[in-house]
Structure formats: C-alpha cells, structure tokens
C-alpha cells in the first residue's frame, strides 16, 4: 500500500503563490502517476494536474495552464504542485493522489488519496 502525507496549504491574497508538497511511502515502486484533485464548497471534485511517474511526463488542466506547475522529486517520492497568481476560484480543498495503474483526468483512475490541505485565497 502506498500512504501519502501533504502539506503547504493555506491562505494567501489573490495574485500570491503557494506550493503544496505531497510525500508517498510505502509501496511506491507501482506507482503510476501522483497528481492533484480539488474540491471547492459546493461543487465536484476536479483534476488539476498529473505527473505520470515512469514516464517523468506531466499534465495540466487548461484551467490552470500558464499558473500552475506539477513537480517531483524522484529520490524523495515527492510530487509537487506550484500555483502561481492565485485567484479567489482557486479556494478549495486539494487532495494528492496516487494511480497505481492507471493515470489521467476522471478521480476513479485512482487508488489512493491523502487528507487534503485547504487552500483559500483572498480577494
């Protein structure tokens, strides 16, 4: 089983920047793909990013292109996502994930999901 532990949330004024850290133990030699979902009051869960492990490719919402950027650090197991100008519709809960056959948009691709770390920006 893979566990994963997130951290770098909270809150920050519109145009700011935050990194979240996201750190997989246990079996992560399967890993597929780490990514990051989110989820805001009163709406769906939806994709952010993806960093597809083996491959070292990644993807991004077109929602976030341009602002955000995924990240890893291969000896440490580590995904990062960096959001960059921040926007008050960015405020949400994220959650780190991990596929560990599959990767890609839908949140069913995935096995595993940290606690989440809440994010919220200011206008």
């Known amino acids: 089983q893979v566990q994963l532990v997130e951290s770098g949330g909270g809150l920050v004024q519109a145009g700011g920047s935050l990194r979240l850290s996201c750190a997989a133990s246990g079996r992560t030699f399967s890993m597929a793909a780490m990514g990051w979902f989110r989820q805001a009051p009163g709406k769906e869960r939806e994709f952010v990013a993806a960093?597809?492990?083996?491959?070292?490719?990644?993807y991004l919402a077109d929602f976030v292109k341009g602002r955000f950027s995924i990240s890893r650090d291969n000896a440490k197991n580590t995904v990062y996502l960096q959001m960059n100008n921040l926007e008050p519709e960015d405020t949400a809960i994220y959650y780190c994930?991990?596929?560990?056959?599959?990767?890609?948009?839908?949140?069913?691709?995935?096995?595993?999901w940290g606690q989440g770390t809440q994010v919220t920006v200011s206008s």
């Open positions: 960093f597809r492990w083996r491959l070292g490719s990644t």
């Open positions: 994930v991990v596929g560990l056959i599959r990767w890609g948009t839908r949140a069913t691709n995935y096995d595993v």
